[in-house]
């Protein structure tokens, strides 16, 4: 299969590129685009074999669950029942926005391969111009995960796409680099406390300050299922090892010579402030203490690294606060946990 890609940006000057994709997508073809958190590999929600495809291009595992995306909050009736008070109040607020709900899942609604068979349903209303108006246009339930191949960086350009899945789809809508950079919050109101099973954007603090309490999911709450990404299957990995390491120079440095003893190559994913450490690759996740810059650049930092001969790739940890959660929460996954002891 030939893949294209299309730059878009709105619809009036590209309207032929809009009426290409909703038309794979309604004969059950895939079709990659842009959202605000990263790029999303869509079909039509209510057909199995469309959502097949998705499982098949990224080499994803079965039982995990995919995120419906809509254009409009009306929507999510034909597919949810029993939405609590508390929900409606996180979509009102946040839509469109880098939140997905975990709601009742109406039976009989949606293929049941979006669900991976549970009884609940992730849905968000993205907030970027390309992927509203294919919505709009579509009219219809979009299940779409990262547009990555599966356990590899989600991609945040449609460059990143292509590379990943190249032959096996046949658009990529190229609407530029994505904007934040990290794949949405998942809050789970199943649950009888509100629970974040994966970190986002869209913060804890900013969830509390609109519903009270809220709780995080621990990695191993799940084991037997991957309600969310990461906590079951490998995530986010470049093809050479990740290690956090503490965020000193001194601390880096030394951890690169003695790499280097060992006659190997190392790179360093970290903010400026870290660019005096002599190493062999650097890769800038911005400014210090710009987390949101970081976001915005670990994933292409991540694929940078598969682009060089690198060994090990050493990551100062970065702060909690805010998106940080987010940003270590993905670095964990990427590393598999492991620290650079030495
Ligand atoms: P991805 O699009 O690769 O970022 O993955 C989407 C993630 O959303 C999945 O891996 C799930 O963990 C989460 N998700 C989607 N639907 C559900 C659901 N019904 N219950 C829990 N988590 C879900
Ligand atoms: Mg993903």
Redesign the pocket.
Known sequence: MKTTIVVVDNLSTNKSSYTQAVDLLTKGELVAFPTETVY?LGAIATCEEAVAKIFEAKGRPQD????VHIGSKEEIKAFTHDIPKLAEMCMDMFWPGPL?L?LP?KTDTLAKNV?AG?Q???VRIPEHTVALELLRLLKQPVA???ANKSGKP?PTKAAHVYHDLEGKIPLILDGGTTGIGL?ST?I?FVSEIPTI??PGGVTKEMLEKVIGQVREAKPTDHEEA????G?KYAHYAPDSPVYLIEASIVKLQEAVEKIHSEQKKVAIIASESFNQVKVDYFFSLGKKNELNDAAHLLYQALRDCDETDVDIILVPVLSTEGVGTAIMNRLEKASNGKWYIG
């Open positions: 999303g995990n669950p995919l995120i997905t975990i899942l669900t549970l609940t349903v992730g779409a995960p990262s989600s794949e998942v789970d099973l994966r991957p309600r969310a990404p906590m």
